[in-house]
């Protein structure tokens, strides 16, 4: 083994031995919840620098940051979440990126869409983040999307509960991306998305979502308002994603060549994955993330 080698195995060593000692240190101080449900998961070892360029508000719990990162070497896949560091914040933060990694390689910015709570993370974006906020962020996980030659030709379905969209949001364009490449191992399948949250306002991105269905003749989509009625639309139905949903969607699409991905509340994730396994789904091709 030369010196060069050895030295970087030595220093991702070290890396990974001061992210442990993080890890404790964040435990002892009670910032810990995002960083020790995660520990055991894959993280890149660069953390970069990143500025606020846009908040909007996506509904009246939801608010989507725009954050630039200048750093050319960043990347992340479809479904990952990233590790976020906030000055003055001892918690860290854990958001997953509702946008596609071309979004990212191609114009340097990535998007978070964060639901209203009073854990520090989530408090400071709703009521101190502004734009030209400075983070540093660091990409994780290993719930993603990345279809390759390797994976062969397999269709999608996408079930997601409240804001459980956002990692499934940016698979979703991740795909429709991939099939203006010839060469992808997707062009040409399908994929389907049920989606619900308590009420049509709380459907965040529901208009591009929309579009997406509307304008893609292999992307196909039903919402769900599960606590008030909804408006009557061709895409919008009320109450929750029942079994007989999943079947539906299945029925359209090839069972045991399907890549089912699931984000939610854990009653909901366990209602999902036991409607596709019942459906005839192999459990290897149910993918699951769950926030708390």
């Not at 435990?27 to 953390?47: A, C, M, W, Y």
């Amino acid at each position: 083994m030369s010196l060069g080698v050895s030295l970087r195995c030595f220093l991702s060593f070290q890396r990974k031995i001061a992210f442990k000692r993080f890890v404790r240190k964040m435990s002892v101080s009670g910032g810990n919840d995002h960083l020790q449900r995660t520990v055991t998961k894959p993280r890149n070892e660069v953390i970069t620098e990143a500025k606020v360029s846009e908040i909007e508000n996506l509904s009246s719990t939801v608010k989507l940051m725009k954050l630039h990162v200048n750093d050319k070497n960043v990347s992340f896949q479809a479904g990952q979440w990233v590790d976020m560091f906030i000055p003055g914040v001892e918690t860290v933060g854990g958001f997953s990126m509702c946008s596609p990694p071309h979004l990212l390689a191609e114009t340097g910015t990535l998007h978070l869409a964060v639901k209203y709570s009073t854990h520090p993370p989530a408090l400071w974006i709703h009521t101190k983040c502004e734009v030209g906020s400075q983070v540093k962020m660091r990409v994780g996980g290993d719930f993603h999307y990345c279809p390759g030659p390797d994976t062969g030709q397999r269709d999608l379905l996408l079930l997601a509960g409240g804001v459980g969209i956002n990692p499934l949001y940016s698979m979703l364009q991740h795909f429709v991306h991939l099939q203006g490449n010839k060469e992808s191992s997707v062009k040409g399948r399908s994929a389907h998305m049920l989606y619900c949250a308590k009420n049509e306002s709380e459907l965040i991105f529901k208009d591009d979502l929309v579009k997406f269905a509307e304008s893609e003749s292999n992307v196909f989509l039903k919402l769900f308002s599960t606590r008030e009625k909804s408006t009557s639309s061709r895409f919008l139905c009320d109450g929750r994603i029942q079994a007989s949903d999943v079947h539906a969607a299945l029925s359209q699409l090839d069972v045991k060549q399907t890549d089912v991905y699931l984000c939610g509340p854990l009653p909901f994730i366990e209602d999902m994955k036991s409607h596709c396994t019942a459906a005839g789904v192999p459990t290897d091709s149910v993918h699951y993330e769950q926030w708390w």
